[in-house]
């Protein structure tokens, strides 16, 4: 089957708003059509890690695998028609598209949704996954305030939508437990660029907090982040943290840790239970106990941190671990949070 998987995949990039075509015999194996958000594949984030899982499926359980790539949200509902005119299972990704399932989903009960980000409930075909991300964020924090050099770090989002709210969150939380361990203050700036889909004001913004003197910026920004990689590349001394999937190696060192989002082991589990005939419709909220969402080796940057960094985050993902962390999910809770002890021992 390997050679069909591949005859499919090769239109992904013509594909902007019409439905994969499937012989008769791919009909057969359950076709997968993912639909993105306007970030679209490439985004070295997101959209990558959900089409990662789709592929992993395909490899696994012989399956006609396709893709449409939305260009705006307008497009969403036409694109899920579109996929589920001709796909058995649907992946649709991203909190925003989430209401043009709702739509959709009623009117094509033989065909598995499967929404990545945002609740859609009540159709038995679909069956929804979300994230801690706060729980993510949290981590990022942690590392990037135990690394600074100059007290101040920084943060580029995407849309404010509430799974990247909870993002920065976390991310000013983790922040904030490294000061209460340590004493030392440290300032966080996170800076909105209202899209995902925006390179150029991706690095406009990186290049401000840069200015500003922060030496870690965290990327939360979909394709937008691809800007906020070029400016951090041309900044010898500042760092960048990666969202959503594992680019520790892109630059050794370079990229000081990722927050892991398993997107990938989402749609993977969505998909099996459509080819295992167990399909259940229904919403799953995944976060650091569950395995799905975490941090990267870092083998390459560990070196860069004090043994006093190291530990607590260490500590900070034993306590998410253990369950014994609460982290905000709004910027604005973070002031009246009380931060966990990053200094006690296991």
Not at 16 to 24: I, T
Not at 32 to 51: K, S
Not at 190 to 195: Q, Y
Request: aromatic share 6%.
């Amino acid at each position: 089957m390997r050679k069909a998987v591949l005859i499919l995949v090769m239109p992904v990039m013509l594909l902007a708003s019409a439905g994969a075509v499937f012989g008769a015999a791919e009909e057969q194996k359950l076709p997968v059509i993912m639909v993105t958000d306007v970030a679209g594949l490439g985004d070295q984030g997101f959209n990558d890690a959900a089409w990662a899982g789709v592929k992993r499926a395909a490899k696994e359980f012989a399956l006609p695998i396709d893709v449409i790539q939305s260009r705006d949200q307008a497009d969403y509902v036409a694109n899920l028609s579109a996929a589920a005119e001709r796909a058995k299972v649907v992946v649709s990704v991203g909190f925003i598209i989430a209401d043009a399932v709702k739509r959709v989903a009623p009117k094509y009960p033989d065909t598995h949704f499967i929404q990545i980000e945002g609740t859609v409930s009540g159709p038995p075909n679909v069956h929804s996954y979300g994230f801690k991300s706060q729980e993510a964020g949290f981590l990022a924090g942690v590392v990037a305030a135990a690394y600074t050099k100059t007290g101040k770090v920084g943060a580029v989002t995407g849309m404010d939508i509430p799974p990247v709210e909870a993002y920065a969150a976390g991310y000013l939380a983790g922040v904030k437990a490294v000061e209460a361990a340590t004493g030392r203050r440290i300032e966080a700036t996170v800076l909105s660029a209202g899209t995902f889909d925006d390179p150029v004001k991706g690095k406009s913004l990186a290049d401000s907090l840069i200015s500003r003197n922060c030496d870690v910026v965290f990327r939360i920004a979909g394709n937008t982040g691809v800007g906020v990689w070029e400016a951090v590349k041309a900044a010898p001394s500042v760092k960048i943290i990666w969202e959503d999937i594992d680019r520790d190696a892109v630059a050794p060192g370079k990229v000081l840790a990722s927050t892991l989002k398993r997107v990938d082991n989402a749609v993977f589990q969505g998909i099996q239970m459509a080819v295992d005939r167990t399909w259940e419709a229904g919403h799953d909220v995944l976060g650091y106990r569950e395995g799905a969402v975490g941090l990267s080796k870092m083998k390459d940057s560990r070196s860069l941190f004090s043994d006093e960094g190291l530990s607590m985050i260490e500590r900070a993902k034993f306590l998410l671990g253990r369950g014994e962390v609460k982290v905000p999910t709004k910027r604005a809770d973070v002031t009246a949070w009380l931060p966990p002890d990053l200094t006690a021992a296991k």
